[in-house]
């Protein structure tokens, strides 16, 4: 049964990877014999980070900084991992933007920030992965995208 859940010898790609829930998803992809990409904005971190996780879980963590809010930038992602790589088992979509403000003094900016993070980068991301997800896929072994939330979807927020 362990067999069904393996991810040994598979090809994931977590957004948002340097930290948090993020580095923690790529640290479990690594420990269970995954080769993981992880990405966030800065480049930096990302660089620290995938070293740190190689060097403590070993195997293969490759850094690969973007912005998932600019299309641009999702295409750099995509063309930087088509080049390593002919298929990708497992997306992770964790990166993820809020805005601390009330309502009633939202600007658009922090709206834009959000949704261009939340909804359409996790969107054109999937979307640029496509090919390389419909390789790895097979009807016995599908591919995997995996969309993480936040608990700002499901609360109410405070309107005072």
């Known amino acids: 049964m362990s067999s069904w859940f393996s991810i040994e010898g598979k090809t994931?790609?977590?957004?948002?990877?340097?930290?948090?829930?993020?580095?923690?998803?790529?640290?479990?992809f690594l420990i269970h014999g995954a080769r993981v990409y992880i990405n966030s904005?800065?480049?930096?971190?990302?660089?620290?980070?995938?070293a740190r996780l190689a060097k403590t879980h070993g195997g293969d963590c490759v850094s690969v900084p973007g912005d998932m809010s600019d299309l641009g930038s999702i295409e750099n992602v995509f063309n930087e991992i088509a080049k390593r790589e002919e298929r990708l088992d497992i997306l992770v979509n964790n990166?993820?933007?809020?805005?601390?403000?009330?309502?009633?003094e939202f600007p658009e900016?922090?709206?834009?920030k959000v949704m261009d993070?939340?909804?359409k980068g996790i969107f054109f991301l999937t979307q640029k992965m496509l090919p390389l997800l419909r390789r790895s896929a097979t009807s016995d072994d599908p591919a995997r995208v995996?969309?993480?939330?936040?608990?700002?979807?499901?609360?109410?927020p405070v309107f005072d």
């Open 109 to 112: 900016s922090g709206w834009d």
């Open 41 to 50: 904005r800065k480049a930096d971190v990302c660089d620290e980070t995938a």
């Open 12 to 28: 994931a790609l977590v957004t948002g990877g340097s930290r948090g829930i993020g580095e923690m998803i790529a640290a479990g």
């Open 95 to 104: 990166a993820g933007s809020t805005w601390g403000a009330p309502i009633d």
């Open 146 to 156: 995996i969309n993480i939330g936040s608990v700002d979807g499901i609360k109410t």
């Open 117 to 119: 993070t939340n909804v």
